[in-house]
């Protein structure tokens, strides 16, 4: 089973990337599943129903969210018709919205689940305990986006899961980890995916206005960069009965490295 993960796509910039480059990315990959993360897909800040059907229509199964989920306060009239449009899992009961999607595929199921870390962001239920809880009830291939800002605890969580998934691939810090591997039982891992969008610019964001933020400290409202962009992802090559990881492979296409794809 190949799954093809694009990191968070960051406002217009990002969803002009993604219909840019996937087609390329299906001809020479050829997935089987497509996963996005998408809560930065409106200005930067949260998803529309517009946006998430323009995803959907362009061939991606599954998409994801994280902190920026409800910043479109029209999510909530659309989350709970929309099974593949899925926010962190442990949010607490009763949050509108699924944790987590049960993908139907030629060669098998996959489960996708989001969770949210909760170093440096807000505090969530246990997410460590809400995989345990949700695993219990599943069978077969299961990806992780694992929403957190921090590499310390996107390693824990992904050798908590060691050969209970088949991948944990971080999301959230806009940047691509080269870390990628398969831990010994079996369970691909990636710290972060990186994000897709505007190249010039501050993890998506136009450059002089968080630099003047940081130069400042006062309060600058941030928007989504222009000009050259690029696309950050992720291919797994998953067992489609086990659910092991057979390979994990970053993919980056952005003017300084065209040829690392
Ligand atoms: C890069 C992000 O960080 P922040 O929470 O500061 O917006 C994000 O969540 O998209
Ligand atoms: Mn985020």
Redesign the pocket.
């Known amino acids: 089973m190949r799954v093809l993960m694009i990191g968070?796509i960051?406002g217009d910039a990002g969803r002009s990337a993604l219909q840019d480059h996937l087609p390329r990315l299906k001809r020479t990959h050829r997935p089987d599943v497509i996963l996005v993360n998408g809560?930065?897909a409106a200005d930067?800040r949260g998803i529309t129903r517009t946006i998430a059907r323009e995803f959907f229509g362009s061939g991606v199964d599954c998409i994801t969210l994280?902190?920026?989920a409800w910043d479109r306060r029209e999510i909530f009239d659309f989350i709970d018709d929309e099974p593949r449009l899925v926010r962190p899992a442990n949010y607490p009961e009763g949050t509108p919205g699924n944790g987590f999607a049960r993908l139907a595929l030629p060669n098998g199921e996959l489960t996708v689940i989001n969770l949210m870390g909760r170093t440096f962001l807000s505090t969530l239920d246990c997410p460590f305990r809400k995989a345990d809880e949700l695993l219990a009830e599943v069978k077969g291939p299961v990806l992780i986006d694992f929403h957190g800002e921090t590499t310390s605890e996107k390693q824990a969580l992904a050798w908590y899961l060691d050969g209970r998934v088949s991948a944990v691939i971080g999301t959230?810090?806009?940047v691509q980890t080269a870390d990628e591997r398969i831990l010994p039982g079996g369970t691909a891992f990636l710290s972060d995916v990186g994000m897709t969008g505007p190249y010039d610019a501050v993890?998506?964001m136009e450059k002089e206005l968080v630099i003047k933020r940081f130069l400042t400290q006062l309060p600058v409202r941030f928007e989504v960069g222009e000009g050259r962009t690029q696309l950050n992802g992720v291919l797994l090559e998953l067992d489609p009965s086990s659910g092991g990881a057979r390979s994990i492979k970053r993919i980056r296409i952005d003017d300084d490295e065209p040829w690392f794809e």
């Open positions: 968070d960051v809560e930065n930067g994280g902190n920026h959230h810090t806009h993890l998506g």
